[in-house]
T-cell receptor, first 114, second 112 residues
Framework: DTEVTQTPKHLVMGMTNKKSLKCEQH?????MYWYKQKAKKPPELMFV???????INESVPSRFSPECPNSSLLNLHLHALQPEDSALYLC?????????????FGDGTRLSIL | QKEVEQNSGPLSVPEGAIASLNCTYS??????FFWYRQYSGKSPELIMS????GDKEDGRFTAQLNKASQYVSLLIRDSQPSDSATYLC????????????FGSGTQLTVLP
């Protein structure tokens, strides 16, 4: 069991659908991250939130829209995705953004785009 | 470009042997180093953190860091089939945009 909880675990959606991925942590961490991971590749950073503010967007297409409603929650809103967006989406958190402390990952959401 | 390099493997060792996983990185000012284990279809799980030169032991796992050589390794003693996974080396490079950079991962198989 991880201390970062992601829902749903699996999601299948069409290219015209709108859906959201959710992430929650109760470790008091003030930095939260979204990663995308394709098969046999390392995680690829998408977004970083620090103290509920977006601090890094790694040139992610606008069909991915992050949101941080409070210090414990992180959402990723999805709209008009492409088949190549099918991947494992990972949420992670750390104490603060610019620290030497590790990031802790949730179990991920397996996303399939039809 | 700050990079983390790992031998992609696959690496196979017999049960009970020592598995040695290696990682090199490009930036001398790197501050923190992590090993994550990822089972197929699962998320990365932190197994070791190391911040200073030398060895750090935790159960069957030993992380070794040599900042002068820009090298970090993970030794797994008495390897078990349950250790079969992909091991990701991650480096937190210094600077104003300090983020984790992952190596490509080493796939380890422990043969019963």
């Amino acid at each position: 069991d991880t201390e970062v909880t992601q829902t749903p675990k699996h999601l299948v959606m069409g290219m015209t659908n709108k859906k959201s991925l959710k992430c929650e942590q109760h470790m008091g961490h003030r930095a939260m991250y979204w990663y995308k991971q394709k098969a046999k590749k390392p995680p690829e950073l998408m977004f970083v939130y620090s103290y509920e503010k977006l601090s890094i967007n790694e040139s992610v297409p606008s069909r991915f829209s992050p949101e941080c409603p409070n210090s414990s929650l992180l959402n990723l809103h999805l709209h008009a995705l492409q088949p190549e967006d099918s991947a494992l989406y990972l949420c992670a958190s750390s104490q603060v953004r610019d620290s030497n402390q590790p990031q802790h990952f949730g179990d991920g959401t397996r996303l399939s785009i039809l | 470009q700050k990079e983390v390099e790992q031998n992609s493997g696959p690496l196979s060792v017999p049960e009970g042997a020592i598995a040695s996983l290696n990682c090199t990185y490009s930036d001398r000012v790197s501050q923190s180093f992590f090993w994550y284990r990822q089972y197929s279809g699962k998320s990365p799980e932190l197994i070791m953190s190391i911040y200073s030169n030398g060895d750090k032991e935790d159960g069957r796992f030993t992380a070794q860091l040599n900042k002068a050589s820009q090298y970090v390794s993970l030794l797994i003693r008495d390897s078990q089939p349950s250790d079969s996974a992909t091991y990701l080396c991650a480096v937190n490079f210094g600077g104003s945009a300090r983020q984790l950079t992952f190596g490509s991962g080493t796939q380890l198989t422990v043969l019963p």
